[in-house]
C-alpha cells in the first residue's frame, strides 16, 4: 500500500504541476475544466484550485446520491490534493508573457497531465470525481463512455467560456490528445509498479 500510495500522491502532483503549466501558458487556452473553474474564479474569487475541490465535491455527492455508494478515499484525495497542489504550483511558478514561454510552459503541461493521470488511475485506489460522475452516468444509461466524457468536456467548456475562461487551441489540443498520451503513459505505469511490487514481495519472502 505504501507503494500504490506513493504512485497516487505522486501522480496528483505530477498533474497538478501540469494543470498549472497549462494555465500559465493560457495564451493558448487550457482544458475544458480549468476553463470553468478559471471562470469561476473571475466571476466570483477564491483560487482556481478552491474552485476545483468545490466542483470535484459538488461532483462526487452527486455520484454517491445517485449510486448509494461512498466513493473510495482516493475519490476524496483527489478532489483535495488536486486543488491543494494545483494553487501551490501556480502561486510558485513566474507568469509568462511570451509567446514562446506560453507554448513551451503549455506543451511541457499537456505531457505532465497525461503522465500524471496514468500514475494515480495506476495506483487503483479511487477514480476523481469528474470521472466518478462519467462512470456513474454510462453505468445508468448505457451510453458510450466516449460520448459521456466527450459531451461532459463541451457543456463545462461552453459554462467556463461564457464564465469568460481562457478558450483557445490549446483547449483542443489537451481534448484530442491527452487521452493518447494518457493511453502511454498508463499501461506503462502499471508495469513499473507491478514491477515494484513484485521485487517487494520477494525481498520480503527471501527475508
Same mark, same amino acid.
Given at each position: 500500500?505504501? $507503494?500504490?500510495?506513493?504512485?497516487?500522491? @505522486?501522480?496528483?502532483?505530477?498533474?497538478?504541476?501540469?494543470?498549472? @503549466?497549462?494555465?500559465? &501558458?493560457?495564451? $493558448?487556452?487550457?482544458?475544458?475544466?480549468?476553463?470553468?473553474?478559471?471562470?469561476?474564479? *473571475?466571476?466570483?474569487?477564491?483560487?482556481?484550485?478552491?474552485?476545483?475541490?468545490?466542483? &470535484?465535491?459538488?461532483? *462526487?455527492?452527486?455520484?454517491?446520491?445517485?449510486?448509494?455508494?461512498?466513493?473510495?478515499?482516493?475519490?476524496?484525495?483527489?478532489?483535495?490534493?488536486?486543488?491543494?497542489?494545483?494553487?501551490?504550483? +501556480?502561486?510558485?511558478?513566474? !507568469?509568462?508573457?511570451?509567446?514562446? #514561454?506560453?507554448?513551451?510552459?503549455?506543451?511541457?503541461?499537456?505531457?505532465?497531465?497525461?503522465?500524471?493521470? #496514468? +500514475?494515480?488511475?495506476?495506483?487503483?485506489?479511487? !477514480?476523481?470525481?469528474?470521472?466518478?460522475?462519467?462512470?456513474?452516468?454510462?453505468?445508468?444509461?448505457?451510453?458510450?463512455?466516449?460520448?459521456?466524457?466527450?459531451?461532459?468536456?463541451?457543456?463545462?467548456?461552453?459554462?467556463?467560456?461564457? *464564465?469568460?475562461?481562457?478558450? #483557445?487551441?490549446?483547449?483542443?489540443?489537451?481534448?484530442?490528445?491527452?487521452?493518447?498520451?494518457?493511453?502511454?503513459?498508463?499501461?506503462?505505469?502499471?508495469? @513499473?509498479?507491478?514491477?515494484?511490487?513484485?521485487?517487494?514481495?520477494?525481498?520480503? +519472502?527471501?527475508?
Amino acid at each position: 500500500m505504501v $507503494l500504490r500510495w506513493s504512485f497516487f500522491v @505522486l501522480g496528483m502532483l505530477v498533474l497538478a504541476f501540469g494543470a498549472a @503549466l497549462t494555465i500559465e &501558458g493560457e495564451l $493558448l487556452g487550457i482544458g475544458p475544466w480549468d476553463v470553468f473553474h478559471y471562470g469561476m474564479f *473571475l466571476k466570483l474569487g477564491l483560487t482556481i484550485g478552491t474552485w476545483s475541490i468545490i466542483i &470535484g465535491f459538488l461532483l *462526487l455527492t452527486a455520484a454517491s446520491i445517485a449510486t448509494k455508494k461512498l466513493p473510495k478515499i482516493g475519490a476524496f484525495l483527489n478532489m483535495l490534493l488536486l486543488g491543494i497542489f494545483m494553487d501551490f504550483f +501556480l502561486w510558485l511558478l513566474p !507568469s509568462i508573457d511570451s509567446f514562446i #514561454g506560453a507554448v513551451v510552459s503549455y506543451v511541457i503541461g499537456v505531457v505532465l497531465l497525461g503522465f500524471g493521470i #496514468g +500514475l494515480y488511475v495506476s495506483a487503483d485506489l479511487g !477514480s476523481g470525481p469528474r470521472d466518478s460522475i462519467m462512470i456513474m452516468i454510462v453505468d445508468k444509461t448505457g451510453w458510450s463512455l466516449q460520448w459521456v466524457r466527450n459531451g461532459m468536456e463541451v457543456l463545462v467548456l461552453i459554462l467556463g467560456w461564457a *464564465l469568460g475562461g481562457p478558450v #483557445g487551441v490549446g483547449t483542443v489540443i489537451i481534448a484530442f490528445f491527452l487521452g493518447p498520451i494518457v493511453g502511454f503513459s498508463l499501461p506503462r505505469c502499471k508495469k @513499473l509498479l507491478k514491477y515494484l511490487l513484485d521485487k517487494s514481495k520477494n525481498q520480503k +519472502l527471501a527475508a
